[in-house]
């Protein structure tokens, strides 16, 4: 028997193709099994207040741009959802006076409309948003040089030259209702992934491209981006791929519970600890990463009990 047809896009591999006991093990986690699933290579931190998750997801920009030298230039990889912690980096770059003129930043991924990556001026450009929330704020001694600031392009050529002869020392990620980190969604259910979606091995050689976005991606982003206006969303992205997402020393993945819901939380940290690899779960494909991080607001991962409101 094949796998089950997707109940969120029959046209889509995505985690509702998975076999029923995964989900269900996931759904049964308490907070206190979350917490035992760390394992070598793999760590579950909580925090208990908004304002140390994101001071601390603030720190990591700040903790790898500080081992950056003239010969061993140093970057981070970071993410546009969640935001909050951009004006905190810049805050405390400006407060210890770190000058960053050795370090580097990778925009994990950018919208892609008309044959072409989104220019700053559109309203939902995450290099505008990286820009106004982070990097135009701090002060011009420090600021880093516009070379070593690396946005994907429609042609990915430059982005993923960037990689080459620098250090990578955490890639950030929030997680999306469809699992992925950046936009590393599930694909479609045609051509050679008709009848299964594509084996781990091969999906983690995907590099920087520009993808098709699954529909519950394109619907969340609507939600959170756009007032719900789905019309206004586009269909397509550049994202980093898991090549590039290899060459980081750390991934570290926030979830303040407000991008993904209670089950989601639960069932990719399942599937990294487990090291249950699917890539109509594209998190899960962490699983084999060397030093991979989740962090969670521990008050938003609530519970998977079923309630009416």
């Not at 741009?65 to 993410?79: E, F, L, S, Y």
């Not at 050689?205 to 756009?226: C, E, G, I, K, Y």
Request: proline share 6%; charged share 25%.
């Amino acid at each position: 028997m094949g796998r089950k047809i997707s109940i969120l896009a029959p046209e889509w591999w995505d985690y509702t193709t998975l076999d029923d006991e995964i989900l269900n093990d996931a759904a049964k986690l308490t907070v206190e099994d979350m917490a035992d699933l760390s394992r070598e290579g793999f760590k579950v931190v909580f925090y208990d207040t908004l304002e140390d998750f994101y001071l601390a997801e603030a720190l990591e920009y700040v903790t790898a741009w500080k081992q950056a030298t003239a010969d061993d230039p140093v970057g981070i990889c970071g993410p546009i959802g969640p935001t909050e912690q951009l004006p905190l980096v810049a805050r405390i770059v400006n407060e210890l006076e770190l000058s960053l003129k050795d370090a580097h930043f990778w925009g994990m991924d950018e919208w892609y409309m008309e044959g072409r990556e989104v220019p700053p001026s559109h309203p939902l450009s995450f290099a505008k948003a990286d820009m106004e929330l982070c990097f135009d704020r701090i002060d011009d001694a420090l600021k880093m040089p516009e070379s070593n600031i690396h946005f994907p392009k429609a042609d990915v050529t430059e982005y993923i030259g960037s990689w080459k002869g620098v250090r990578c020392a955490v890639m950030q990620g929030g997680q999306g209702d469809i699992k992925h980190w950046a936009f590393n969604d599930p694909v479609k259910r045609e051509g050679k992934y008709n009848d299964e979606p594509p084996a781990p091995e091969e999906y983690c050689q995907f590099t920087t491209r520009v993808v098709d976005l699954h529909p519950v991606t394109v619907m969340q982003n609507a939600r959170t981006s756009a007032g719900g206006v789905v019309t206004s969303v586009p269909t397509k992205a550049i994202t980093v791929g898991p090549m590039e997402t290899r060459k980081a020393e750390k991934v570290s993945i926030w979830h303040p519970g407000t991008h993904d819901n209670s089950f989601g939380m639960r069932l990719t940290t399942l599937m990294l600890s487990k090291k249950i690899a699917d890539s109509s779960v594209p998190m899960s494909l962490l699983a084999e990463h060397h030093n991979v991080q989740f962090n969670f607001y521990r008050p938003a991962i609530g519970s998977c009990e079923a309630e009416m409101h």
